[in-house]
């Protein structure tokens, strides 16, 4: 990670690189039958989570990490890494490792967790059955 701020390495290796352990995405806010159910099939693969965030706003999130990332927890191309990486945290962030709170008001892991969050919120979100 030469380049890196002796701090900010230091950070990075003890935290065990979280940033660069998952891919998070922005997802459209569900709002029909049709989004509920592409939520419901994200959740029932292996490694995803779909959260809401502080502002109200939908992400799903896959956990796998980066091909680049090295057994000390350092970028084996730190120098080269994409802009994303580079713009990780803003300047009015702070990093997974320093900030304790969550990302999220809400956090799916599973398909039940998802199915009880619609119920309390009275949401319809069961397609009708076929007669067989």
Request: glycine fraction near 4%; hydrophobic fraction near 30%.
């Amino acid at each position: 990670m030469s380049g890196l701020e002796p701090k900010r390495e230091r950070d990075c290796i003890l935290c065990k690189a979280k940033c660069c352990r998952h891919v998070a995405t922005g997802i459209d806010t569900p709002t029909c039958k049709r989004d509920y159910d592409n939520i419901r099939w994200y959740l029932m693969h292996e490694n995803v989570h779909v959260f809401i965030d502080m502002d109200g706003e939908w992400t799903i999130e896959f956990f796998t990490p980066c091909k680049n990332l090295l057994p000390d927890n350092t970028c084996a191309i730190y120098s080269e890494r994409p802009r994303v990486c580079r713009d990780y945290p803003a300047a009015d962030e702070m990093c997974e490792y320093e900030d304790d709170e969550p990302p999220y008001k809400e956090l799916f892991t599973t398909v039940e967790e998802f199915e009880s969050y619609l119920q309390k919120k009275g949401i319809e979100w069961r397609w009708k059955r076929l007669k067989s």
